[in-house]
């Protein structure tokens, strides 16, 4: 996916680093590097594959007019307000669903669309605040197409792609920059055994057993690190474990809404 959704990330500028804000005039802007409330936004992508992207700071969403100005002007949805998002050769672009013209931000700081180059100025990337949603439902999905569940014995499996109370977790943030997962079926948080790298919904206990690191691999992919320094990996079989280092393709897991 080209944008994460439900989660709070910045818009930041490859031409001059800069972040793009919601000015106090409702204008987009790119003035300095901050990441607060003025830079904070959210997207949701729509059933036709566009997306809306929403200030978090008054809760509108960015359109375009037809001339090129950008406003976060209100809460539609329509055409004005729709974006086509892509990524190519590592450069997020976002082309306006109304105009067909690409975002740009100048060397003044001026966030437009005028033109529909994809050059220096049009090239941005994408920060998320935070790599998964917090105190949201999320689920798991592995490698396979199946989902991280809660299993009767209180094992951590991924067998089937349902997602249902079984699959539901909540992630949480510690103040050391860990998370805990905790699972909404019976609010156990998922931990691993250091003697065999077993992963399980044992207890409510936020210890070291219980915290995770992640590693952001982009938009909704990432890797879950283990207090062992070992990397959570889901085999064929649905086994979830924590067995060495790698971050390939068996560890890479998507979260999911």
């Known amino acids: 996916m080209a944008l994460p959704v439900g ?10 680093g800069n972040v793009v804000q919601n000015g106090s005039d409702d204008k987009p802007q790119a003035l300095n590097k901050n990441k607060m409330a003025w830079e904070e936004m959210e997207a949701k992508k729509l059933e036709n594959g566009n997306f809306v992207i929403k200030s978090l700071k008054t809760g509108n969403n960015l359109q375009c007019d037809q001339k090129g100005n950008l406003k976060f002007a209100n809460k539609n949805e329509l055409e004005w307000e729709q974006w086509k998002v892509t990524v190519e050769n590592g450069h997020t672009f976002f082309e306006s669903a109304h105009t067909g013209n690409t ?3 100048t ?3 001026v966030v437009r669309a005028v033109e529909k180059n994809k050059m220096e100025w049009e090239q941005l990337a994408i920060h998320k605040a935070t790599p998964v949603p917090l105190g949201k439902t999320v689920y798991l999905r592995a ?3 199946h989902v991280i569940q809660n299993n009767k014995d209180g094992k951590a499996q991924a067998e089937n792609p349902n997602k249902m109370e079984w699959e539901a977790v909540q992630f ?4 050391d920059g860990g998370y805990i997962i905790t699972s909404l079926k019976n609010g156990h ?6 003697k065999d790298g077993s992963c399980a919904f044992a207890n ?6 219980e915290t995770f690191k992640i590693v952001d691999h982009g938009a909704t992919t990432m890797c879950l690190v283990a207090h062992t320094g070992n990397v959570v990996q889901i085999t064929k079989e649905g086994v979830v474990q924590a067995i060495n280092t790698n971050q390939m393709e068996w560890e890479k897991i998507n979260w999911e809404l």
């Open 7 to 16: 989660v709070k990330f910045f818009i930041v500028s490859k031409h001059t």
């Open 103 to 105: 975002l740009q931000v």
């Open 107 to 109: 060397k003044e700081g």
């Open 143 to 145: 490698h396979t197409g």
């Open 172 to 175: 949480s943030e510690l103040k």
């Open 189 to 194: 948080n998922l931990q691993c055994n250091p």
């Open 204 to 209: 409510k206990n936020q210890g070291a057993w």
